[in-house]
């Protein structure tokens, strides 16, 4: 599927939209999951509280539970892998992931009881902890922000697929110039594409623009193609709103691009910090089993 | 064969997320190839079909989304003729990530697990088991022998280290190689409540160091500080803070115990300092109308360190008691009757037979008279005759053994004599020098001694004898006055602290630190002063446990009121000062620190 042909085919779209069947689930769900998680933090605190006033080895028993949420929470990634299993759908996984990920950041402070703490080795484990749990909120706040808006952009693109819809689009936007060139005999549609689409055209531009949303790719295009204008004969004008029409749909490439890579890049931080969490979580058990 | 017969001609463009690579063009911002890069990284689409030879001609199998069949066909060898420089396929973001892992988790090997120091004794990088820098305290005390100063464990072979894992590791072993108790070191305060009628029953288990005291939190961290919910773990009914809930103080609080010195503040405040018939004790009339209403007469507050300690007995007492000391003789013997000390030096009874002690005795004077002190100095320490001359014993002796009267002087202020003491007797005698007398403080010592002899008659006697020296009245150097309570408790072995003053000690009983009359002087009611807290009690009956009698400690009234929880609370309140269980308590009875021991075991080990 290209991007000329692609409809708003929001039926399509993998997450559950708002109002239908699996939504409502999901939210049930996700709902069961956070009282769960309440009760669990609820039940953990309570445990604290009991172990402090009977000199129970309270950090010991914050500790494991901890690691055991983190394993948890990492085997959302066995999950993806382990498809032969049934296991059930990895979006139930995705809720069970918010949710001990919401758990283990109370949990964190009740076992370590401090923000920074004093050890070497600890404090890599607190920066990755750390790392881990922004990324993991700033993962969620564009989950919660960018599918929403690639809907509404109205069509559907393979994030891999971009540079070669970008090389057809360059290529369609060129065939047009040299099209308008040769028909009006004239060169005024020809540099000005040279002189300002070109760059454009070229690769993807304004991300920063789609990713806040703000709309200045779409007045920068409406701008290039006002000030040509009125030095345009007619049959010019027709192929410079072609040329216009061709740059919004590559407007729109952009910001699935700006989008769908912000949806993947946030991972990168995520995901190895996570794996060096456990591991120096792993580490950290051992070393605290025989020191203690 | 049209193109839509032809095997892969609907064929799609195969570019998933999932892939390890793709194509090198689109990294540019190109077009990609139709085919990608193969598994290995290795580009695919270098040209543009793989013709297939059908029968005797090679057939172009470009699909319908690079274009179709092209016009031109294969080569007649067989090969595309749509080549292109191969490109160099860039990983996939997924592939990317995933590497990024892989090299971060290689790189937190190397560099915190694996990787040796040089300068450690241990096979692990100390980076990597660090959990933070000691307390101040112990920060010097591991620079010999790092972390196995108190972690066995970390000097053992790489096998030995990871199988410590799943063995008990308190260190409790090593923290009491250098802290002391008095008691049983893992025991609730030091203390073996198996022994304890109150705790019969209940189970005590043995409390490790690390419960409460979490070191590796910092240079700054107060090991010692312990919150109170460690307390409530063992003491109920558990209460919010001090002001709440905290048990009222004991009745007596804080002064349930005598000192080892009589002092009747009431009598000396009410009646001494103010009635005019104890001028002619030598009392000074301005000190008098000072000390009735101010403490610091004879408590005197240091300057510097705010302090307060007791004046000393020149000072405050030697006006009044000075001469009641020199007056108060130590009669050593009499012709006619067997004295107290008499009795204790040569064992004879006061109430034995007549004729054996005047037998007896008749001996004594006549080697007196023979060899003087020196006769004397067979029956003790030289310290309980110092001062007395051989003429001073020549003449008792000579006198006595020839049944004469003893040659008449005037006795000296001070020191033995012999001849009429000042009840009109003839007697060998002895008068206080000064107070702090030697010759007396040796009797003393000589008399507890013969209180713990094995001998009951020797016992009975200096009983009998201790009793007579602490007479308020009668006693040599009036010592009993003011000293009987201390001097009566001691024990044999004592160094002579029972003479001493020494404030009521609060602390052992009720585990509670030693109150810092420093931090507290003017902060509740200036105007006050010490009567902000300490109160006189009017109907004290203070000095009914210092009497002769074995009065029980439990029956000691103490001349001011006790201290009530109310006055603490005043200040020491939530929101205002801090009142946690350790401002006042400690856990651990008589800690002390035999430093460096541990050092010396490791290295011996």
Redesign the interface.
Same mark, same amino acid.
């Given at each position: 599927m290209t991007v000329q042909d692609q409809t708003s085919s929001k039926q399509e779209f993998s997450a559950p939209l708002a109002g239908t069947p699996m939504a409502r689930e999901q939210a049930v769900k996700f709902l069961g999951l956070i009282i769960f998680a309440v009760l669990a933090w609820i039940a953990i605190t309570i445990f604290v509280w009991l172990g402090r006033r009977n000199l129970w080895a309270v950090s010991h028993i914050t500790g494991y539970v901890l690691f055991v949420v983190v394993l948890g929470l990492v085997f959302l990634k066995a999950r993806k892998r382990l498809l032969v299993l049934p296991l059930g759908p990895v979006r139930d996984w995705l809720l069970l992931h918010f949710v001990l990920g919401a758990l283990s950041l109370p949990l964190y402070f009740q076992h370590t009881g401090t923000f920074w703490p004093q050890g070497r080795y600890e404090q890599f484990i607190a920066l990755f902890f750390y790392t881990a749990s922004v990324s993991a909120i700033v993962g969620i706040i564009f989950q919660r922000i960018y599918p929403r808006r690639l809907i509404d952009l109205g069509s559907q693109v393979i994030y891999e697929r971009i540079p070669t819809e970008l090389a057809n689009l360059r290529e369609e936007a060129e065939a047009l110039v040299l099209q308008a060139v040769r028909e009006t005999n004239s060169d005024t549609v020809g540099r000005y594409y040279a002189e300002s689409f070109q760059w454009f055209f070229k690769k993807p531009r304004f991300v920063l623009s789609h990713l806040l949303g703000t709309g200045r790719s779409l007045g920068w295009i409406q701008m290039r193609v006002k000030v040509l204008d009125r030095f345009l004969n007619q049959t010019e004008r027709e192929y410079m709103h072609k040329l216009e029409a061709i740059a919004m749909r590559k407007n729109g490439l952009d910001a699935h691009y700006a989008m769908q890579g912000a949806l993947k890049l946030w991972l990168f931080v995520h995901v190895p910090s996570a794996i060096l969490l456990v591991l120096l979580a792993c580490w950290h058990l051992i070393v605290v089993n025989i020191y203690s | 064969m049209s193109d839509q017969q032809r095997p892969g001609y609907q064929v799609d463009?195969y570019?998933?997320?999932n892939?390890s690579y793709?194509?090198g063009?689109?990294?540019k911002?190109?077009?990609?190839c139709w085919q990608g890069p193969n598994g290995e990284g290795q580009c695919g689409g270098a040209s543009e079909c793989s013709p297939v030879k059908e029968g005797d001609r090679w057939e172009c199998r470009r699909p319908k989304q690079a274009g179709g069949a092209c016009a031109e066909g294969p080569r007649p060898d067989g090969t595309c003729c749509n080549v292109q420089p191969p490109c160099t396929p860039r990983r996939?973001?997924?592939s990317?990530?995933g590497m990024?892992?892989k090299i971060?988790?290689l790189l937190?090997?190397l560099a915190?697990?694996i990787g040796i120091h040089p300068g450690t004794k241990s096979f692990v990088n100390p980076?990597?088991?660090?959990?933070?820098?000691l307390s101040s305290v112990h920060a010097g005390f591991t620079r010999q022998n790092g $972390?196995a100063s108190c !972690?066995g464990?970390?000097i053992n072979e790489a096998g030995g280290?990871?199988l410590? &894992?799943?063995s008990s590791?308190?260190?409790s072993e090593q923290c009491v190689d250098c802290h002391r108790f008095a008691g049983p070191a893992m025991k609730a305060h030091n203390q073996d409540h198996a022994k304890n009628e109150k705790y019969a029953g209940q189970a005590m288990a043995d409390?490790s160091c690390?419960? $409460?005291h979490n070191e !590796?939190?910092?240079a700054d961290n107060k090991l010692s500080k312990v919150?109170d919910? &460690?307390c409530?773990?063992c003491h109920k009914p558990?209460f919010g803070n001090f002001q709440r809930g905290h048990p009222e103080f004991s009745a007596k609080f804080a002064a349930a115990k005598p000192g080892n010195i009589y002092f009747d503040h009431t009598s000396h405040i009410q009646d001494y300092f103010v009635n005019p018939k104890h001028m002619k004790m030598g009392r000074d009339p301005q000190f008098a109308a000072i000390a009735k209403s101010d403490c610091s007469s004879c408590h005197a507050i240091d300057k510097a360190t705010r302090e307060i300690k007791l004046k000393s007995y020149e000072q405050v007492c030697a006006n009044c008691h000075k001469t009641q000391i020199k007056e108060r003789e130590l009669i050593l013997f009499e012709p006619e009757r067997m004295t107290a000390a008499g009795s204790v030096l040569t064992g004879l009874s006061r109430d034995g037979d007549e004729e054996i002690n005047t037998k007896a005795l008749k001996n004594l004077w006549q080697s007196m008279a023979a060899s003087g002190r020196s006769a004397l100095s067979r029956f003790g320490a030289e310290d309980l005759f110092t001062g007395l001359s051989d003429s001073v014993a020549r003449t008792a002796g000579s006198a006595w053994s020839r049944s004469k009267d003893l040659p008449q002087a005037d006795p000296p202020e001070s020191g033995w004599f012999a001849g009429e003491n000042s009840e009109g007797n003839p007697a060998l005698f002895y008068r206080a020098v000064k107070h702090d007398d030697p010759v007396l403080q040796a009797w003393f010592k000589k008399l507890r001694a013969g209180l713990a002899d094995k001998d009951d008659e020797k016992r009975a006697l200096a009983r009998e004898a201790m009793n007579d020296f602490l007479d308020k009245q009668t006693g040599p150097g009036a010592c009993g006055k003011c000293h009987a309570a201390g001097l009566r408790t001691a024990s044999k072995t004592s160094t002579g602290q029972e003479w001493k003053y020494a404030a009521h000690d609060a602390t052992a009983k009720d585990q509670l630190k030693p109150y810092s009359h420093p931090k507290h002087l003017n902060v509740r009611d200036a105007g006050l002063g010490c009567g902000a807290c300490h109160q006189m009690s009017a109907d004290s009956k203070y000095g009914k446990y210092f009497t002769p009698k074995q009065v029980p400690v439990e029956s000691y009234e103490s001349n001011f009121a006790a201290i009530r929880k109310e006055t603490c609370v005043d200040c020491h309140r939530e929101g205002q000062v801090v009142s946690s269980c350790q401002t006042c308590h400690a856990y651990h009875t008589k800690h002390e620190l035999n430093v460096g021991s541990s050092n010396k075991e490791l290295a011996k080990k």
């Open positions: - | 463009t570019v998933r997320p892939l793709c194509c063009r689109g990294g911002w190109g077009k990609s996939t973001l997924r990317m990530r990024v892992s971060a988790a937190l090997l915190l697990i980076t990597a088991i660090d959990a933070g820098n $972390c !972690h464990n970390h280290w990871l410590a &894992a799943f590791n308190d260190t409390v690390a419960v $409460c !590796h939190k910092g919150s919910q &460690a409530a773990s558990e």
